[in-house]
């Protein structure tokens, strides 16, 4: 059951470039936001949903600014 939970973030990661040392901390931050499809959660944990959507924003676009200062061949 734990694979099939961070499964899905860990192939995302993948595909985007996200560091294997930080793949924990990418699927911790995407099922936080995955709550926010929750009609049952998505009220009571609103800011912990909005923190984890603006913390990964902030690490996606380093990702992106690290990629274009040293692109690679993939």
């Known amino acids: 059951a734990e694979l099939a939970d961070v499964l899905p ?3 995302l990661g993948e595909l985007i470039g996200v560091p294997e040392a930080d793949r924990d901390r990418f699927c911790t ?4 936001i995955g709550l926010g499809f929750n009609a049952m959660t998505v009220v009571e ?4 949903i909005d923190a984890a ?3 990964l924003l902030a690490y996606t676009s380093g990702l992106v600014a690290r990629r274009r200062h040293e692109p ?3």
């Not at 931050?29 to 936080?32: G, K, M, Q, V």
């Not at 944990?45 to 912990?48: M, S, Y």
């Open 45 to 48: 944990r609103i800011g912990e």
């Open 53 to 55: 959507l603006d913390e």
């Open 29 to 32: 931050l995407a099922n936080t």
């Open 9 to 11: 973030s860990w192939g």
């Open 72 to 74: 690679r061949d993939d």
